[in-house]
């Protein structure tokens, strides 16, 4: 896999989770973006999810629509959570 524009985004998404929940202990580089930010991986809740949700509306200017299933579905990893933003985007 090349260094495109879709591994930058991989890249500011775990930045962004660890700078909005004030993860100290971790590095961005050391999230796996497939792993688990909830069940086992992060070991992330709810509150997080939310906090996270606002710092990508403000960042990508996407809209977040009630916490479906589905919606609720990319928020399992940094790689969902890029193609979330990607799809909103419309890229």
């Given at each position: ?68 299933d589905e919606v609720k579905s990319y928020f399992r990893s940094v790689q ?12």
């Amino acid at each position: 896999m090349n260094a495109s524009s879709s591994d930058n985004l991989e890249d500011e998404i775990r930045v962004l989770i660890v700078s909005v929940l004030k993860l100290e202990d971790i590095e961005p580089s050391s999230i796996n973006i497939s792993d688990s930010l909830f069940d086992g991986g992060l070991g992330l809740d709810s509150i997080d999810a939310l906090e996270i949700g606002v710092a990508l509306r403000k960042r990508y200017g996407i809209t977040i629509e009630t916490a479906t299933d589905e919606v609720k579905s990319y928020f399992r990893s940094v790689q969902s959570l890029a193609k979330f933003v990607r799809m909103k985007r419309g890229k």
